[in-house]
């Protein structure tokens, strides 16, 4: 196997445990702005995961639920952030860059999305743009150690 595809393939079982060891709720603090107007599309976005996380009801019609969330506010980052990390678990990559990489421009502050965005850029096969995207976050976050992490795996 290339060092590449080796890489990838390591990156995907460290983003699976990560998730899977990720709190079933979003942190509220670092995830969503407080503001009245997105209490109850916060509320339909909660919903909606708890319908995927607990098995009971249609993954597609909770899909569906985050899909209008979005139309009536196309920058919710925690409708965006759910949509993303379910592009992830599902393999769709292309749809997970697209969605972290929105949330990397209404919310540039958060690790987690461009670390997202960078992984899910390496599953594509673009180490390259993964590598650039990483230290656009670095250029301006040089303390972020899980950024730094995956940027000193990719140069080794």
Not at 25 to 30: K, P, T
Not at 41 to 70: C, F, H, R, T
């Amino acid at each position: 196997m290339k060092r590449n595809q080796i890489i990838a393939v390591l990156l995907a079982v460290v983003a699976a445990v990560l998730l899977m060891r990720a709190p079933r709720a979003a942190a509220v603090e670092e995830v969503v702005p407080a503001a009245t107007e997105n209490t109850g599309l916060d509320a339909k976005v909660d919903e909606a995961v708890a319908i995927i996380q607990s098995g009971e009801g249609s993954p597609m019609q909770a899909i569906g639920m985050l899909l209008e969330v979005l139309k009536e506010n196309p920058d919710h980052d925690k409708a965006l952030m759910w949509l993303g990390n379910f592009s992830m678990m599902s393999g769709q990559w292309e749809k997970a860059v697209d969605r972290f990489h929105h949330l990397t421009q209404i919310r540039p502050e958060v690790e987690m999305y461009w670390l997202n965005k960078s992984q899910s850029l390496l599953q594509m096969g673009d180490t390259i743009a993964a590598l650039t995207s990483a230290q656009e976050y670095l250029n301006t976050h040089p303390e972020a150690t899980r950024i730094n992490d995956l940027v000193a795996g990719l140069q080794n």
